[in-house]
Nanobody, 120 residues
């Protein structure tokens, strides 16, 4: 079992920045892929960004150029730096970890989420 705890959410004005952190514990050796998803009210949970243990990254189109995902394997941490935030980025952000990117959504471990609210 992998436990994930997110932090760093909050209220920010449009154009501002936030940095989300995800701390992983438990069966860390089973983790290869980590990532961030978000869910806005009334919408499905969607992928924001993923990163492999080797550092390969992938981003949802609307956040490219604004968000940066990174990880520190030695400290079992994953980060999401969010710049130039927009009101449409408002959502609960969830950390996810899995053995492979392909199985993250359906079989990965999830944190409880952290709220990000962007005011216009």
């Amino acid at each position: 079992q992998v436990q994930l705890v997110e932090s760093g959410g909050g209220l920010v004005q449009a154009g501002g920045s936030l940095r989300l952190s995800c701390a992983a514990s438990g069966s860390i050796s089973s983790i290869s892929a980590m990532g961030w998803y978000r869910q806005a009210p009334g919408k499905q949970r969607e992928l924001v960004a993923t990163i492999t243990s080797g550092g390969s990254t992938n981003y949802e189109d609307s956040v490219k150029g604004r968000f940066t995902i990174s990880r520190n394997n030695a400290e079992n941490m994953c980060y999401l730096q969010m710049n130039n935030l927009k009101p449409e980025d408002t959502a609960v952000y969830y950390c996810n970890a899995a053995a492979h990117i392909e199985i993250m959504y359906n079989y990965g471990s999830w944190g409880r989420g952290t709220q990000v609210t962007v005011s216009s």
